[in-house]
């Protein structure tokens, strides 16, 4: 292959993955517009997909609580610390 037909097979290549790419593009647009319209035209679900978003980005914020091992759990709580900063005494 001359490295002129390899700069067209790469030519076209590269434009059959910009089309696959737009084509992807425009689903997304359209789903995007599809949820937009039914947010639109039923408003109460509007308010359940704010309601879920909000308590989303607040659990991203929120401090973990969770704790892996039962023991150490059990000594949080006997401890009075159920959640937060555990301090542990290195002073020996």
Do not use: C, N, W
């Not at 097979?9 to 517009?33: C, D, M, N, P, T």
């Not at 947010?39 to 359940?48: D, K, N, Q, T």
């Amino acid at each position: 292959m001359s490295s002129e037909q390899g700069e067209r097979a790469g030519g076209e290549q590269a434009v059959e993955y910009l089309q696959a790419a737009a084509l992807e593009a425009i689903k997304a647009v359209r789903s995007f517009l599809d949820i937009a319209e039914s947010l639109v035209r039923e408003p109460e679900s509007a308010a359940v997909v704010g309601k879920a978003f909000a308590e989303a980005a607040a659990a991203v914020f929120r401090p973990s609580t969770l704790v892996e091992d039962p023991h150490e759990a059990s000594e949080m709580e006997s401890d009075g610390h159920a959640g937060g900063v555990h301090r542990i005494d290195l002073s020996d």
